[in-house]
Nanobody, 115 residues
């Protein structure tokens, strides 16, 4: 299993960015996918989850209405659209999947919200 995140990095407050996570090594379309983030000095927290079939979604209260998780099963990719960015959204964002009772993480992509 391999997860590779990508994003733009530095964004101004109020700006937007789309993060991508390219997955390989498992049957992507049959697994739920998640995004987590870890801010400096804080624990890693769940941000959003998208189901395998039907694409049902769930979000942390802190990002509801601003973040949107989606997936393209043809491209084995999960996305996180982040809008109305705030300085407190600054964190390393990680892609996550659990396959056969094992948890896998990507290397993370840094998002810095600053003017």
């Amino acid at each position: 299993v391999q997860l590779v995140e990508s994003g733009r990095g530095l964004v101004q407050p109020g700006g937007s960015q789309r993060l991508s996570c390219a997955a390989s090594g498992f049957t992507f379309s049959t697994y739920a996918m998640s995004w987590y983030r870890q801010a400096p000095g804080k624990e890693r927290e769940l941000v959003a989850v998208i189901g395998s079939v039907g694409g049902s979604t769930n979000y942390a209260d802190s990002v509801k209405g601003r973040f949107t998780i989606s997936r393209d099963n043809a491209k084995n990719t999960v996305y996180l659209q982040i809008n109305s960015l705030k300085p407190e959204d600054t964190a390393v964002y990680y892609c996550n999947v659990m396959v056969r009772a094992r948890t896998y993480w990507g290397q993370g992509t840094q998002v810095t919200v600053s003017s």
